[in-house]
């Protein structure tokens, strides 16, 4: 017989608990701010921005998607919804700063979320995801006419020319409000992964009806993971017309994100809030090197691309080639 | 001796198919209740109608003095019902040890009365897995199971629910005759601590070891119900099984 003890140790490296992990990530996220402020490079907080931007909705779709099995494929309604909020707020309180539209965005996306898990959630497997699909066209038409926040015609957000706060390139501010995003969005999905609600998912990921009868409320959890979800979808829009400076309906609701969203935790692995991180750095990466070096267009063959082969050669990601075999 | 479960009139349709019908059925608590009946008749259909994952469309179930009707199946299982599935349906991608991390987790101290914490748990995962011969493969996944593992664990995830009355649906059905025998006396400990049990089972030594009562359904109707040995000879039973 193997001990209790023994078991343990022979289980994952020692944990960090999850206050200590969230100041490590917020370490982390200073190291590397610092590290851009040095660099003093237009460029790469431009570029950072993108990957970072790709962490949040990664990881957002990763909660539902990854621990309880819903494929969400409306991530562009929830992301739209978060960017228009933004556009909508700056016609009628320009002078709002952006965290408060960041929260703003976030907290309709996430209604939208509750909405749609309590119409949608009763339908599994693809019609689930059949239903999401639909959701993003309604949010586009929606958008597309009207007019106050720009209709198909667009909207302009005329930004800053210096940061607030840290003054600087605006970039400056946008990639760190999207890397205080990170850091807000990791460590809720570890926690959740760490946690009794983390196993919830995993369960109802597994076999609902087992779930239940296991005792675990399958509706409430999962409205739990849409709600989150699409509330940090939401978040992860809400500075994009401060970015982009221009919003149409055709860039807001972009299949690339969509594709991207879904591509990069399947590429970094599902299991594990890392997998949505590496896919986004490296698929990220790779991506704004060939819009730089190759082709604009090129960009989405990379994500295509990647997912086939790993959805063949290494359905669990990236984290999953290197986590032992138990 | 209280009544435990109380089912009155139960009936259950898929379209113009009665599956069940005019059901009445009343469990002590403690008891050791035998559910048998030739295949399609009705018992797992049962099973599903009292633990709420099929919704039954007359009658009434009581358990413990409260109706169960309307409530769903994972307020059923904290409420003190646990059942095991005739198909192993474990949670794949997690360890044995936290396939029975999940009823503690959302049964057990969902009922707030000794919510169990951190090591406690994986104490409890590690007893109830050595209790039905697991404890070596506690951190292995469900995959690297064989088929009689698996209902092993589905009755192990069940006994983790610290329910009341345990539905055991078929768990013993490819077992060897010492594993059944492992079995029956895993179930006997259970009801000694308290655990009423309700068993269907085709294996007859087993049940006519273990069931006080024996209830045999055929098409859907409880055709008898009493003891064992009588309802076995039981010319109505006789002809079900064996035709005229």
């Not at chain 1, 994100?257 to 990069?264: F, H, K, L, R």
């Not at chain 2, 113009?16 to 209740?33: C, K, N, P, S, Y």
């Not at chain 2, 983790?160 to 005759?177: C, I, K, N």
Request: net charge positive; aromatic share 8%; proline share 4%.
């Amino acid at each position: 017989m193997v001990s209790l003890a023994d078991k343990q140790q022979a289980g994952a490296a020692p944990a960090l608990g999850g206050i200590p992990f969230l100041l490590v990530l917020i370490v982390i996220a200073a190291g590397i701010f610092a590290f851009g402020r040095w660099l003093n490079i237009s460029y790469a907080f431009f570029a950072g921005y993108v990957v970072l931007q790709y962490i949040v909705l990664g990881t957002a779709w990763n909660i539902l998607g990854g621990y309880t099995g819903y494929v969400n494929f409306g991530i562009t309604a929830f992301f739209a919804i978060g960017a228009y909020s933004s556009v909508f707020l700056y016609k009628i309180a320009p002078s709002l700063p952006l965290p408060l539209m960041v929260v703003v965005g976030g907290v309709l996306a996430g209604l939208v979320g509750l909405g749609m898990g309590y119409l949608t959630l009763r339908l599994r497997g693809v019609f689930f995801s059949i239903a999401t699909l639909a959701l993003a066209v309604v949010v586009q038409t929606l958008i597309t006419n009207w007019d106050f926040v720009g209709g198909a015609r667009g909207a302009y957000v005329l930004r800053p020319r210096v940061a607030p706060l840290i003054g600087g390139d605006y970039v400056q501010y946008l990639f760190l409000v999207m890397l205080g995003l990170c850091v807000v969005v990791l460590a809720t999905a570890r926690a959740i992964e760490r946690s009794g609600l983390g196993y919830g998912f995993a369960a109802i990921r597994d076999d609902e009806g087992a779930a239940e009868a296991s005792g675990v409320p399958t509706l409430k959890l999962k409205l739990i993971a849409t709600v989150l979800s699409g509330g940090f979808m939401g978040m992860a829009g809400a500075p994009l017309p401060y970015y982009v400076t221009y919003l149409d309906p055709a860039s807001g609701f972009s299949l690339n994100y969509a594709v991207n969203a879904i591509a990069m935790p399947l590429i970094g692995g599902t299991s594990s809030w890392l997998g949505p991180v590496v896919g986004a750095v490296l698929v990220g990466g790779l991506q704004e090197y060939i819009r730089v070096t190759i082709s604009s267009a090129a960009n989405v063959l990379v994500a295509g691309g990647l997912m086939v082969a790993f959805v063949i050669a290494a359905p669990e990601g990236i984290v999953g080639l290197f986590r032992r075999k138990r | 001796m209280t009544t435990l479960l109380e089912i009155a009139a139960l009936g259950k349709r898929f379209g113009g198919f009665t599956a069940l019908q005019d059901i009445d059925l009343e469990v002590m608590e403690g008891e050791r209740l035998g559910l048998i009946g030739p295949n399609g008749s009705g018992k797992s259909t049962l099973v599903n109608c009292i633990c709420g994952t099929l919704r039954h469309d007359m009658g009434s179930v009581r358990f413990a003095g409260r109706p169960l009707d309307g409530l769903t199946a994972h307020e059923r299982t904290r409420s003190g019902l646990a059942r095991s599935f005739q198909l192993p349906r474990p949670f794949a991608s997690l360890t044995l040890a936290e396939n029975l991390r999940i009823p503690i987790l959302y049964a057990v101290n969902a009922r707030g009365d000794g919510a169990l914490s951190g090591p406690d748990i994986e104490r409890r995962c590690l007893d109830l897995l050595a209790e039905v011969g697991l404890a070596e493969k506690a951190q292995r996944l469900p995959r690297d199971l064989t088929q009689i593992e698996m209902r092993k664990l589905e009755l192990a995830r069940a006994m983790a629910a610290q329910p009341r009355l345990l539905f055991a649906d078929e768990v013993m059905a490819g077992l060897s005759h010492a594993e059944v025998d492992e079995i029956i006396a895993l179930l006997f400990r259970l009801n000694r601590q308290g655990v009423t049990v309700i068993m269907i089972e085709h294996i007859m030594r087993a049940v006519m070891e273990l069931s006080q009562r024996l209830v045999v359904l055929v098409a859907g109707r409880k055709i008898a119900d009493g003891a064992p040995k009588e309802v076995v000879r039981d010319a109505e039973v006789v002809r079900a099984y064996l035709g005229e």
